[in-house]
């Protein structure tokens, strides 16, 4: 049953991101473009999600445990190390040049666009080296 749930939130999420625009590059990074052809629509998209997360936070947690665990794995650090602050910058600058992030990259993979299985195997290969050297 977990496998199942895992798959039905993937799919909805998968589903909002297709219906939102985020796995169209051109128009995420038309949204980073403030100085020229700025596409203010995705606000709507990070204020939707925004939303939902803190009425589905406020309401699950108000819950002993979840559905499918034992227990909530929440993080628990609060400090900002290298690490955080380096991968930070480096997803920002890789969703600004491609246009893509792993949560857009993904349907649009599924949905067979070229683009992204270029960046997924990037990121793939990205994610790879940087275990290697943590090592």
């Known amino acids: 049953m977990p496998i199942l749930a895992?798959?039905?939130a993937g799919l909805i999420f998968g589903a909002g991101i297709a219906v939102s625009g985020m796995i169209n590059p051109a128009k995420v990074l038309n949204f980073f473009d403030i100085a020229g052809t700025w596409d203010a629509s995705l606000l709507f998209v990070m204020g939707g999600a925004l939303l939902v997360t803190m009425i589905g936070y406020r309401l699950v947690l108000r819950r002993a445990q979840p559905l499918f665990d034992k227990m909530f794995h929440l993080p628990t650090r609060r400090d900002l190390d290298p690490a955080l602050i380096g991968g930070s910058a480096v997803f920002g600058i890789g969703w600004g040049i491609a246009g893509f992030c792993p949560g857009g990259a993904l349907p649009a993979l599924g949905l067979f666009q070229p683009d992204a299985a270029i960046f997924v195997g990037a990121m793939i290969a990205g994610t790879t080296r940087a275990?290697?050297?943590?090592r």
């Open 131 to 134: 275990r290697r050297l943590r």
């Open 6 to 8: 895992a798959l039905i």
